[in-house]
């Protein structure tokens, strides 16, 4: 599978005793891909538990990701966004980036995994805005998912 995007995944207790420990990441990546990155960078679950993201790298594709992501977001949560995005029909693709353009349900990466398992909910409306998209139809459960 195609790498998406990466991250610079960065040791968060080396890095506040002042020790550079990090590297990308690129996702969708393998759990071993994953477990191999977090030991080379000196996590181990025990002295090191913690990391953070340094910065992201889209190449290009969908920058509007870039601005709802922050530095303590979830590996699995990004893999599993990147799993969906690499599943996605390229119509769906424009979909999702006009509707993270938007800007609502996009305060977390959960709410922006919502949103691309949701997709069906909004449609593209031609002839507005560049990427313009609106919802259709939806409404939200009590945790403010998209049902």
Partial sequence: MAA????????????????LAGEPLSFPASPQA????????????IRY???????????????????????????DELNHLACLLSEM???????????????????SLADIINLAENLEY???????FPDACIATNFSLNENGDIM
């Fill in 4 to 19: 998406l995007f990466e991250a610079h995944v960065t040791n968060l207790g080396k890095y506040n005793e002042g020790v």
């Fill in 34 to 45: 994953v477990q191999a990155l977090l030991k080379d960078i000196g996590v181990d679950g």
């Fill in 49 to 75: 538990e913690e990391i953070f993201i340094a910065s992201y790298d889209f190449g290009g594709i969908l920058p509007e990701l870039l601005e709802h992501l922050g530095e303590y977001e979830s590996l």
């Fill in 89 to 107: 029909a390229p119509d769906d693709f424009e979909k999702f980036g006009a509707a993270l353009s938007m800007g609502t349900h996009t305060s």
């Fill in 122 to 128: 909004f449609e593209s409306q031609e002839g507005t």
